[in-house]
T-cell receptor, first 113, second 109 residues
Framework: IAGITQAPTSQILAAGRRMTLRCTQD?????MYWYRQDLGLGLRLIHY???????GKGEVPDGYSVSRANTDDFPLTLASAVPSQTSVYFC????????????FGEGSRLTVL | DAKTTQPNSMESNEEEPVHLPCNHS???????IHWYRQLPSQGPEYVIH???SNVNNRMASLAIAEDRKSSTLILHRATLRDAAVYYC??????????FGPGTSLSVIP
């Protein structure tokens, strides 16, 4: 089934450890995004990418890095996790431009102790 | 960055229409207005989007003001399954998509 896949679904991580959240889409979408959603709050944009090879900072980029080596994959890396990065992380993709509908993954729940 | 404002929460009786408002006074000419909803413990899902004209689909209708500074998502007959957080966003040609806190819709049986 075509769509967007995130992994892992859930992870508990010790503070200071490195973690990469994976996101893959098979819809050949140009644009991809990473959001975090803290309990009871809305979505905040971490990083985004308009096309393979380019990335941009969102609202809350500090402590996170991304890469976009190809169209399908958009991993999010926490170099040294801190407890404030405990959150649910959503990856999304869309065709580039304002007319493109956003498709979201199921989310990755990350707990940093 | 494009911004939208929505009421924090709204209530509706089951099987009645619901009008969810959104203000986007800083909208630019090429910004599309998108609506998404997020059911509990799920990722957001697409509802509807438009540029200038009103839009209808199987889920909802989108009414866009003539000056495009506001829009309204219309659920024609609310069901219990429509209880969710509804997000109104502006999607731009350069693809930086910012979500606000959205409107939490409660549906009363």
């Amino acid at each position: 089934i075509a769509g967007i896949t995130q992994a892992p679904t859930s992870q508990i991580l010790a503070a200071g450890r490195r973690m990469t959240l994976r996101c893959t889409q098979d819809m050949r979408h140009n644009a991809m995004y990473w959001y975090r959603q803290d309990l009871g709050l809305g979505l905040r944009l971490i990083h985004y990418s308009n096309t393979a090879g380019t990335t941009g900072k969102g609202e809350v980029p500090d402590g996170y890095s991304v890469s976009r080596a190809n169209t399908d994959d958009f991993p999010l890396t926490l170099a040294s996790a801190v407890p404030s990065q405990t959150s649910v992380y959503f990856c999304a993709s869309s065709l580039a431009g304002g007319n493109g509908e956003l498709f979201f993954g199921e989310g990755s729940r990350l707990t940093v102790l | 960055d494009a911004k939208t404002t929505q009421p924090n929460s709204m209530e509706s009786n089951e099987e009645e229409p619901v009008h969810l408002p959104c203000n986007h006074s800083t909208i630019s000419g090429t910004d599309y207005i998108h609506w998404y909803r997020q059911l509990p413990s799920q990722g957001p899902e697409y509802v509807i989007h438009g540029l200038t004209s009103n839009v209808n689909n199987r889920m909802a209708s989108l009414a866009i003001a003539e000056d495009r500074k506001s829009s309204t998502l219309i659920l024609h007959r609310a069901t219990l399954r429509d209880a969710a957080v509804y997000y109104c966003i502006l999607k731009t040609s350069y693809d930086k998509v910012i979500f606000g806190p959205g409107t939490s819709l409660s549906v009363i049986p």
